[in-house]
């Protein structure tokens, strides 16, 4: 089993959608991250989370909700999404927080 | 604000030809690391330099971590198709334990 993996690969979703994105990660590694990734920006942080409890959120809109199960398990809850927030959705994982990163290998979101 | 500014921002050469991405701040990291992403991808981790002034070598690749830990350089010798690829640098704050990313490089190397 590769190290991080993110379901779906693919998403193309309404305004009015609610859907999921899910990550896990097989390195048993104790923080887990959410980034953005749109054209021609940098990765833009969105959460942290360490030991399953969330250490940062950095002004992320409350359409975006992310849920951390367990250390090995990361979700982010998308609803009632705008056009803008169509991206490249990346998840990762380190030891700690604040070690090195290791990504998966995205979700490609179209919000219609 | 931590930033981190990468250059250049797109480069297209030809095969065998050599290359340097530099990504420079005005802040100190902690340590620096570079990542190389493929279209469709997930950053895959190339290095991380942690001592200034550091220099580690990846078959073609050398990165180097300058010496008050601001800056760094990725420098590709005899480049070939399959370096193609986003290059991006990534420094870990000091005081916020976060990645700070620059914007990347599009590098692009014809046959």
């Known amino acids: 089993e590769t190290g991080v993996t993110q379901t779906p690969r693919h998403l193309v979703m309404g305004m009015t959608n609610k859907k999921s994105l899910k990550c896990e990660q097989h390195?048993?590694?104790?923080?887990m991250y959410w980034y953005k990734q749109s054209a021609k920006k940098p990765l833009e942080l969105m959460f942290v989370y360490n030991f399953k409890e969330q250490t940062e959120n950095n002004s992320v809109p409350s359409r975006f909700s992310p849920e951390c199960p367990n250390s090995s398990h990361l979700f982010l809850h998308l609803h009632t999404l705008q056009p803008e927030d169509s991206a490249l959705y990346l998840c990762?994982?380190?030891?700690?927080?604040?070690?090195?990163?290791?990504f998966g290998p995205g979700t490609r979101l179209l919000v219609l | 604000t931590q930033l981190l500014e990468q250059s250049p921002q797109f480069l297209s050469i030809q095969e065998g030809e050599n290359l340097t991405v530099y990504c420079n701040s005005s802040?100190?990291?902690?340590?620096l690391q570079w990542y190389r992403q493929e279209p469709g991808e997930g950053p895959v981790l190339l290095v991380t330099v942690v001592t200034g002034g550091e220099v580690k070598k990846l078959k073609r690749l050398t990165f180097q971590f300058g010496d008050a830990r601001k800056d760094s350089s990725l420098h590709i010798t005899a480049a070939q198709p399959g370096d193609t690829g986003l290059y991006l640098c990534?420094?870990?704050?000091?005081?916020?334990?976060?990645?700070?990313f620059g914007q990347g490089t599009t590098l692009q190397v014809k046959p």
């Open positions: 802040s100190v990291f902690s340590s």
């Open positions: 390195l048993g590694h104790n923080a």
């Open positions: 990762a994982s380190s030891q700690m927080s604040g070690g090195t990163q290791y």
């Open positions: 990534a420094g870990l704050g000091g005081n916020t334990g976060k990645l700070i």
